[in-house]
């Protein structure tokens, strides 16, 4: 084969990106993540009513507000509890859902993904239980000191292992429970029914195998577990928690936004694919932050400080095409995209400019958001703007989600300081590249020119 027949390095990345980001486990991850959305959203919401007064901290307003809305803190407290306090039932039977739909509709099985659901709870629920080993029985552990009772952690946030801190665990058991599920079904291991019997109840049949072989397996694991002095979900929480002190670290950060702006110039939606894997531990860390953690890289972190205008922190060059470029394309790209931009929009910008493939802003398109990331890493971690509390929704505008986000004036400065840096890496890129396509645009006039003449 001659060189020029060879695949390039190019073509063979974005075969190995799409197969990876178009498996099934990878779809389903990203169905999850975005069924999460709303209620993370709603809880955060709820939780600002709950700590109101430890942002604003005026007397009159304190007793106006206790006097008031804040006679009912503890049902904001319940309402959290309902979205973010389960918040790993929501992401695994999310996962499980989806996983279970997928394998129905390309293997063509009878697959219910409902009752992929259910038996993902419940071996999600093996799990939860802590127990203690003594004389070789295993108990029911009771810690009234830290909130264990009968052996469940318990919180103001609810039951502790169906929080945020469960979703890696939530997402492994759902993968194990669909694919014993997706095993018993394809190789006929079911109770038979009569063509009679309702679908209904002939599906719920159909599970009754599968059912007890997740129940068997989880348990047998964590009596394993139970018996070494640990459980599944410790052992699972290892490298979850080894992922969350990575991206704890700015270097962590760092990568984090070079990976996805890196699938992002090779067309691939690297914020999708990178979130998927990270939102685990930024609700994590926004569920701790409420509880009086310090994480930085918590919540929407991302869309209020980093990604402001859209992936590659293009706000600034936005405006700057509007209202400044020389080239006919840019100017009128950015009047198109100025509004959306405000609102962290820009698929007008990646793939109109273009930036996909675009030799000549591969550098901005990873150096800006990095930058901005950092300048909200070290702020947050000094303690200059206060940590992020509340997942705002990722289209909020530049300094209302700051504002939202750390509840605080700090955080809409931040946001705004954010995006300037950005725009200092951006500027000198896009005014050479605005004076690149001005030359061409110039030679094609000279050149229509004389043609016509």
């Known amino acids: ?30 169905s999850a993540g975005y ?76 697959l219910d993904p409902l009752n992929a659901v259910f038996l993902a709870f419940m071996g999600l629920f093996i799990t939860v239980a802590q127990f203690s080993f003594k004389g070789g029985i295993a108990h029911f552990l009771v810690d009234n000191k830290n909130g264990i009772i009968a052996g469940y952690a318990t919180s103001t946030s609810g039951i ?25 079904i394809k190789h006929n291991w079911r109770i038979a029914m009569p063509a009679s019997v309702p679908a209904g109840v002939s599906n719920s049949f159909s599970s009754l195998i599968p059912g007890f072989l997740i129940a068997l397996v989880v348990a047998i694991a964590d009596i394993i577990l139970i018996a070494l002095g640990t459980d599944i ?13 990575i991206v704890g670290t700015w270097w962590g950060v760092l990568i984090v936004f070079f990976l996805i702006g890196l699938l992002w110039w090779f067309g691939i939606h690297g914020a999708t694919i990178i979130s ?8 994590s860390n926004l569920a701790a932050n409420a509880a009086g953690a310090h994480h930085v890289f918590a919540g929407e972190f991302t869309n209020a400080f980093v990604f402001l205008g859209g992936s590659g922190a293009t706000l600034g060059m936005a405006l700057w095409m509007a209202f400044a470029a020389k080239s006919a394309q840019l100017k009128s790209l950015g009047k ?17 400019l273009p930036i996909v493939y675009n030799v000549y802003l591969f550098l901005p398109f990873l150096l800006a ?4 990331s950092m300048v909200a890493y070290f702020a947050i971690a000094t303690n200059l703007v206060p940590k992020i509390i509340v997942q705002q929704p990722w289209p909020t505008p530049i300094g209302l989600g700051g504002l939202a986000a750390t509840t605080s004036w700090q955080g809409a400065v931040l946001s705004v300081v954010c995006a300037i840096v950005a725009f200092v890496i951006w500027y000198p890129f896009i005014k050479a590249y605005d004076r690149k396509l001005l030359k061409q645009e110039q030679e094609d006039t000279a050149k229509n020119a004389a043609a016509n003449n």
Not at 160 to 184: D, K, N
Request: charged fraction near 15%.
């Open 233 to 245: 979900f410790e052992v699972l929480y290892i490298p979850f928690s080894f992922i969350s002190n």
């Open 160 to 184: 502790t292992r169906i929080g945020a801190t469960g979703i890696f665990t939530a997402i492994i058991v759902s993968w194990v429970a669909v694919q014993i599920y997706r095993f018993c």
């Open 276 to 283: 998927s894997f990270y939102q685990a531990i930024t609700l």
């Open 1 to 30: 084969m001659s060189d020029a027949a060879k695949p390039s390095f190019k073509d063979n990345m974005m075969k190995w990106i799409g197969k990876f980001s178009g498996s099934r486990f990878v779809r389903a991850i990203m």
């Open 369 to 372: 958001p990095m930058a901005s």
């Open 336 to 352: 198109l995209e100025a509004i959306p931009a405000l609102f962290n929009i820009n698929e007008p910008i990646l793939f109109g």
């Open 35 to 110: 069924a999460i959305i709303s209620f993370s959203i709603i809880g955060s919401v709820f939780l600002i009513l709950t700590v109101i007064t430890q942002v604003i901290t005026a007397k009159g307003f304190v007793d106006l507000y206790n006097s008031t809305l804040g006679r009912f803190s503890d049902v904001y407290q319940a309402i959290y509890n309902a979205t973010m306090g389960i918040i790993a039932l929501i992401f695994g039977g999310t996962f499980a859902y989806s996983y279970a739909d997928i394998y129905k509709k390309e293997e063509k099985l009878n």
